[in-house]
């Protein structure tokens, strides 16, 4: 898949072999494991095996930072009856990486039916990563039965609202986004009036070249809305960030890696740590896919962010836990 | 006086007839909360079966979640609500009223059903 990119460069307007309009379409299915370095908002990619062919450079930045999402920590079903046991792996992936990075983003699903045990098991395995500071958003299986309030008061200190908050990394702005509350019949994610109004304010006195890096659990682009992998309102919240030069979108949800450009905006969706699930409509359903065994760690894993700070640069890695 | 006779019959015999008529919708209202009907609706591949589901006043519908993944049967409307149902687990409500009961899974809104009373 990763050969196929420069297949789908449009026009290239800085003569960096980079299409910024264009459609940078990497779906580098979880498994063959994709590697993104993004350039002035423009998201390059490189599969797992050619990390050793960057220059440290270009593999580091001066932040990164990992994501991790759809721990599902509760799961024990086919095709994986031991979701701590990828969870762990995942960790001892991330304390294998060469500079240990700032920070985990875990863009939700921490749980799989929200229960003490499962976010305390989550807590207690991600304790073993190098990096101390988590950032978390909640997943729909993170508020069940309470609307979200264990969450909050398990993960939501010092946010707004329904868990909502942004935090500022070396000169990058990052914001924790919730839709995965107050859904409505036969709708799509949604993030509500009082979030996006929040979201507005929050960015209002930032720079324009300031990076941002938005983290939210379902995707904030239209992946699939037959499938519900989408936001209804995210498209205000985009407006609100267009002034911006290079905006990443980091979601999970949909179990899979996707990325794609739109203007000065990055979408990129992370691998589940516990369960694959099927590609947009080749499924009756979007339930866990069940893939053999041996093949179930090919289908799980992380993601490494390098920002490399002056250069407004954002790299994105996915790792396989294989 | 035979005339007054044959109304006041009349009279009775409505009575009669409209008490027997109220009796058998008692009898049959009480017979249903005794014995509700068997009502299934059925939660695969992220929907329900089936996704219109038509009943008679005071019918219990149980919903079972055959998934791998946790769903919840939700009213739209606010009449019913279920706790989260993982793999195997049911729910069950009755319809006292005659209506029309849309519902979703609160988790997956694109799941949506409905129960018609009637």
């Known amino acids: ?322 | 006086m035979r005339r007054s006779v044959s109304i006041a019959v009349l009279v009775a015999a409505l009575v009669t007839g409209m008490g027997t008529i109220a009796m058998g919708q008692n009898h049959f209202l009480a017979g249903a909360q005794e014995k509700p009907a068997a009502t299934e609706v059925k939660i695969d591949n992220f929907s329900f079966g089936p996704a219109t589901l038509t009943v008679p006043v005071g019918a219990s519908v149980t919903w079972t979640n055959r998934d791998d993944i946790p769903h919840t049967v939700v009213s739209t409307d606010g009449v019913f609500k279920s706790k989260v149902l993982d793999t195997d687990e049911k729910f069950t409500f009755t319809f006292s009223k005659a209506g029309t009961y849309p519902y979703f899974c609160s988790i997956h809104p694109k799941m949506t059903g409905k129960v018609v009373v009637q």
């Open chain 1, 1 to 322: 898949m990763a050969g196929k990119v420069k297949d789908e460069i449009l026009y290239d307007h800085n003569h960096d072999g980079i299409d910024r309009r264009g459609f940078l379409k990497c779906m580098a299915w979880a498994g063959t494991g994709a590697l993104c370095v993004m350039s002035g908002g423009v998201l390059k990619s490189y599969s797992l095996s050619r990390l050793p062919e960057l220059s440290p450079k270009e593999a580091m930045g001066e932040l990164s930072f990992v994501q991790i999402s759809d721990s599902h920590m509760g799961f024990n079903k086919p095709a994986n009856p031991d979701v701590a046991g990828t969870l762990k792996a995942a960790v001892n992936k991330i304390n294998a990486l060469s500079a240990a990075p700032e920070f985990v983003l875990h863009t939700g699903d921490i749980s799989h039916l929200s229960k003490p045990e499962e976010f305390d098991t989550v807590d207690q395995i991600l304790k073993g990563a190098k990096p101390q500071d988590v950032f978390y958003v909640p997943g729909e299986h993170d508020v069940l039965n309470d609307d979200g309030k264990q969450f909050l008061e398990r993960y939501g200190k010092g946010s707004k609202g329904a868990g909502w908050y942004s935090f500022d990394k070396k000169g990058a702005h990052f914001i924790g986004l919730v839709n995965v509350l107050n859904l409505k019949a036969g709708g799509l994610g949604t993030l509500g009036h009082e979030q996006l109004e929040w979201l507005e304010d929050d960015v209002k006195r930032l720079k324009h070249s300031t990076p941002i890096v938005v983290f939210a659990h379902i995707p904030l682009w239209s992946v699939y809305p037959e499938w519900g992998w989408g936001t209804e309102d995210s498209a205000v919240a985009l407006a609100y960030l267009k002034k911006f030069g290079s905006v990443t979108v980091l979601n999970g949800h949909i179990h899979q890696v996707m990325q794609k450009v739109e203007g000065n905006v990055t979408f990129h969706t992370a691998c589940s740590t516990a369960f694959p699930q099927p590609e947009p409509g080749k499924a009756a359903s979007p339930g866990p896919m069940k893939v053999p065994a041996e093949q179930l760690k090919s289908v799980l894993g992380i993601t490494d962010v390098n920002y490399v700070q002056g250069q407004h640069a954002l790299a994105v890695v996915d790792s396989t836990l294989a």
